[in-house]
């Protein structure tokens, strides 16, 4: 069976840093594309970032500068280093991982920008 587990999610004030953790168990995780996305309030799942197996980082513009993902396949583990949150950015973060064309959510984890 596949789990998804993040954390690191909080509250943090305008301009603070938080760093997302997901642990990944049930995949070839090492082999395995991974994302982080998030919903914002009233908007729809977008895609925050991605790691293909090889390492290649993705972002998308509003937050290239400021996150980083970054895996450690020996902890089976997928991070997002957050960096100037701005409160426009509250909301839940997800990991996502696809496998032969199966894909897999976490639960999300909280991220709340605010002073």
């Known amino acids: 069976q596949v789990h998804l587990r993040e954390s690191g999610g909080g509250l943090v004030q305008p301009g603070g840093s938080l760093r997302l953790s997901c642990v990944v168990s049930?995949?070839?995780?090492?082999?395995?594309?991974m994302n982080w996305y998030r919903q914002l309030p009233g908007k729809e799942r977008e895609s925050v970032a991605s790691?293909?197996?090889?390492?290649?980082?993705t972002y998308r513009d509003s937050v290239k500068g400021r996150f980083t993902i970054s895996r450690d396949n020996a902890k089976n583990t997928v991070y997002l280093q957050m960096n100037s949150l701005r409160p426009d950015e509250t909301g839940v973060y997800f990991c996502?991982?696809?496998?032969?064309?199966?894909?897999?959510w976490g639960p999300g984890t909280q991220v709340t920008v605010s002073s």
């Open positions: 996502y991982a696809t496998q032969r064309g199966d894909e897999y």
């Open positions: 049930g995949i070839n995780f090492s082999g395995a594309p």
């Open positions: 790691i293909m197996s090889v390492g290649l980082e």
